[in-house]
């Protein structure tokens, strides 16, 4: 009776908007407890995340986003976008989705994206003739299709939590990444012919200009790419040069930023980071629970009586990960869930990459499943409409992207194509 008064009061406390790390740390004290285990087990398995190799990387390239939100390095990619795209038939959606993929990826969250970026394309979109709920359904939903693109966040953990090579893992989501880019911006094109939308001429001049004034900038995912994939340097050495590659060209060359305000630009970028990783940490520890209790291997047997195919496990991993992604942030479903599926996959014999990005693709439509999807809500109060608006502008998109992560579970190539 009191476990299950405690994992009601827990559950409800978490509803109604109690810090997730609190949460899942009572429910794991409380299972710990029952069955007469230690609780240090939360402790050390907080500690043990703490020491792995790559952690590293999340504060350095969550430090190196902020710095990048806090200039001006939005609005010259917008100039630069716009300039090289916006003369095709939906050329400046095909900007928006461009964009927003390319801020996501280097801050780490498709809210930051709807935050920073949504004041400044939605007034372009509308001045260009496109309906206000396009505009916001297009804006919303490009939001979170960075997350598949390095040096997404939620893919570095996912590969730490997992046990595979991160580079592994931002090769598979690459040629997943630009499906994404190909089927919303194909349906933002089909838009603008129907919105007769009037194409702006392609300026030479104004591209080539536009280009050198956001050099600095347009060079960040290169040195990535060739500072990982070409084997130079280290995860964390690309992360550790990217701070400091970044922090040189906002404050000495653009000098948008004044070093007076680093210190709260680093405070800011910490306490989004600790949080992250107190909830790492204490989701470390339900995990370790859920091990000790054998739960994956009773869902892992369940499985085995109760589907017979494997197109039917990734369906029914489809609806189950659909409904995480409404429901909890994707730092703590990488925590929980993996730990669960990951045996699941083996069993059904798919690759792991392609299991991190079909979780990951899942967790981004999540964020735009109604009722509760986490970028309706952020849409809703940076755009200051209706739920209902914002539900009935996202509705198509959401369809596109259904079918993108249909394609991406069911067509293994998309995924792992490159890293055979």
Request: with cysteine.
């Amino acid at each position: 009776l009191i476990i299950w008064i405690g994992l009601s009061i827990s559950i409800i406390s978490l509803i109604l908007g109690a810090p997730i790390f609190l949460g899942l740390g009572g429910i794991a004290i409380l299972l710990f407890w029952n069955d007469y285990m230690s609780i240090s087990s939360i402790l050390s398995e907080a500690y043990r995340i703490v020491i792995k190799p790559t952690l590293p990387t999340i504060p350095l390239f969550t430090l190196a986003g902020f710095i990048l939100a806090e200039s001006n390095t939005s609005s010259r990619l917008v100039n630069v976008f716009r300039a090289l795209f916006g003369w095709l038939p939906g050329g400046t959606p095909v900007v928006v989705v461009i964009l927003c993929g390319f801020f996501t990826s280097l801050t780490g969250g498709s809210g930051v994206t709807i935050l920073a970026l949504g004041g400044l394309l939605l007034p372009m979109l509308v001045q260009e003739g496109y309906k206000r709920s396009f505009s916001i359904g297009l804006i919303t939903v490009s939001g979170s299709i960075g997350l598949l693109f390095v040096p997404s966040l939620p893919m570095i953990i996912y590969s730490v939590r997992a046990g595979i090579n991160v580079v592994d893992t931002f090769i598979g989501g690459l040629m997943p990444f630009f499906l994404l880019v190909v089927l919303i911006s194909g349906y933002a094109i089909f838009q603008g012919k129907i919105q007769n939308i009037k194409l702006n001429k392609f300026q030479f001049g104004l591209a080539l200009s536009s280009c050198y004034k956001a050099k600095w900038e347009l060079v960040i995912p290169l040195i990535i790419l060739f500072g990982v994939f070409a084997g130079y340097t280290t995860l964390v050495e690309t992360a550790a040069f990217l701070v400091i590659y970044v922090t040189i060209i906002e404050l000495f060359v653009y000098k948008d930023i004044n070093l007076n305000k680093l210190p709260d630009i680093v405070k800011n970028c910490s306490s989004i980071t600790g949080g992250v990783l107190i909830i790492i940490g204490i989701a470390m520890g339900l995990t370790s629970y859920l091990v000790d209790a054998q739960f994956p291997q009773a869902m892992l047997q369940w499985s085995k009586t109760a589907i017979t195919s494997k197109y039917l496990f990734l369906l029914l991993l489809n609806i189950f990960l659909l409904i995480a992604g409404c429901l909890m942030d994707i730092f703590s479903a990488i925590i929980i869930i993996v730990p669960l599926i990951k045996p699941l996959g083996t069993y059904f014999d798919i690759h792991p990459v392609h299991l991190a990005i079909i979780f990951i693709a899942n967790m981004e439509l999540g964020f735009l499943t109604p009722p509760v999807g986490m970028n309706l809500f952020l849409s809703a109060y940076r755009f200051k409409e209706d739920m209902n608006q914002i539900y009935k502008a996202t509705l198509p998109f959401f369809v596109v992207k259904l079918i993108a992560v249909v394609l991406i579970t069911y067509v293994p190539f998309i995924t792992i194509g490159l890293l055979e």
